[in-house]
């Protein structure tokens, strides 16, 4: 197998084994001090000794059992964070236009933060360009803020390779990964192609053919790359149109400039529900609750590719305010508005804070910049 060959399918292969192997905390009964995550329940005596769980949170920090004063779990008996300190403002970057993932992201953590009592307020800046970069290049711009951060994610770590980039992830505070998703190919509901293969045997016949999808080079350009290496044909051969973001992919599909349009698949939903676009193909292992569509797997392509976001603060930020950072994420995390969404929206958590989270981006900016060169996007 060459080289090359290797790196494509080792991306693919991480992505299905981790998205395969995450799902959500259970709180269903108390946990000893030893086995302790926030959130779980602790019993009345521990909270009234303010027993400690050494080591339980994130990056080795310690949970006390306590009872909760803000958010889901308020009134109820709780390992928690004793010193975590709710964020009064943010501005939120996403380098995407309305409607992309970045932006969607940001607005639905942002909720789950003030459900939790852990946001005032927030307002979310859109900079789209460069495939990414632009947007990143503003944030890091305000590093003197502490009330800034940024979603980050595959997206922005090929953006910076294939624009050849010299801005660093690894330049701002990286908190904490948030979240994984699948991909999905649309057309207009009232397009001729009913299945995937005719779409791309189609493609494969008129290589002009335009499919609309993110900035180059980004997740949406490296999934239909792959996919239609499958079919024989070389990425650079596809007549592949970039956007800012999906709400500039939705009107380019529906006003027909684009024979198909490539997203994530929250970026689709209420179109597909409302009957205007109609799914092709979902990248996930399994069909999914939150939209109606057949997968690549069940229509003979065994082709599984999953996507990812998390989000990085100011590189000012203290010691202390970076590891409060990540108690806020992790309370966030743990109440019910963080998990309904995931739910409604079939994200699954990526849980990694702070070191963790810097080793995933650094293995991540090696595949993917390896795929791109593989596939002749960088």
């Not at 292969?13 to 108390?30: D, E, F, H, M, S």
């Not at 889901?72 to 709710?86: C, L």
């Not at 990540?326 to 508005?337: E, L």
Request: include cysteine; charge should be positive.
């Amino acid at each position: 197998m060459r080289k090359n060959s290797f790196m494509r399918f080792a991306v693919a292969a991480t992505a299905v084994a981790v998205l395969a192997g995450t799902t959500l905390p259970a709180n269903a009964a108390v946990k000893p001090a030893d086995k302790a995550v926030v959130g779980d329940d602790c019993t009345t005596a521990a909270a009234k000794s303010n027993k400690v769980a050494k080591g339980r949170g994130v990056e080795g920090s310690d949970l006390t059992c306590m009872v909760v004063t803000t958010g889901s779990y308020k009134g109820q008996t709780k390992w928690w964070y004793k010193d975590v300190k709710p964020l009064t403002k943010l501005e939120w970057v996403a380098a995407s236009g309305v409607g992309g993932g970045y932006g969607t992201t940001a607005i639905a953590f942002a909720d789950a933060m003030k459900a939790e009592g852990m946001l005032n307020d927030y307002t979310v800046s859109y900079k789209s360009g460069g495939s990414g970069t632009v947007g990143l290049g503003y944030f890091q711009d305000q590093k003197s803020r502490s009330d800034v951060a940024i979603i980050n994610g595959f997206a922005m770590v090929a953006g910076i390779a294939s624009t050849k980039s010299a801005l660093k992830l690894d330049s701002s505070a990286s908190v904490a990964g948030l979240m994984r998703e699948w991909e999905a190919i649309v057309v207009p509901a009232n397009s001729k192609y009913r299945t995937i293969n005719q779409l791309l045997d189609d493609i494969k016949a008129n290589p002009k053919l335009a499919i609309a999808g993110g900035s180059k080079g980004t997740v949406d350009h490296v999934f239909m790359g792959l996919l239609v290496e499958k079919i024989g044909m070389k990425a650079t051969d596809m007549n592949y149109i970039p956007y800012s973001g999906g709400g500039e992919v939705i009107t380019s599909v529906l006003s027909k400039q684009t024979v198909a349009g490539v997203s994530g698949t929250s970026e689709f939903t209420a179109q597909v529900k409302a009957g205007a676009l109609r799914v092709l193909a979902l990248s996930s292992a399994k069909p999914l609750a939150s939209i109606k569509g057949k997968t690549l797997t069940q229509q003979g392509i065994p082709f599984v590719f999953g996507n990812w976001r998390g989000l990085s603060a100011s590189s000012s930020l203290t010691e202390a305010e970076r590891l409060n950072w990540m108690k806020v994420v992790d309370v966030t995390r743990a109440g019910t508005a963080w998990k309904t969404t995931l739910a409604a929206k079939d994200w699954q958590n990526l849980n990694l804070y702070g070191k963790d989270f810097v080793a995933f981006l650094a293995d991540q900016k090696k595949d993917i910049t390896a795929t791109l060169v593989s596939l002749g996007l960088a």
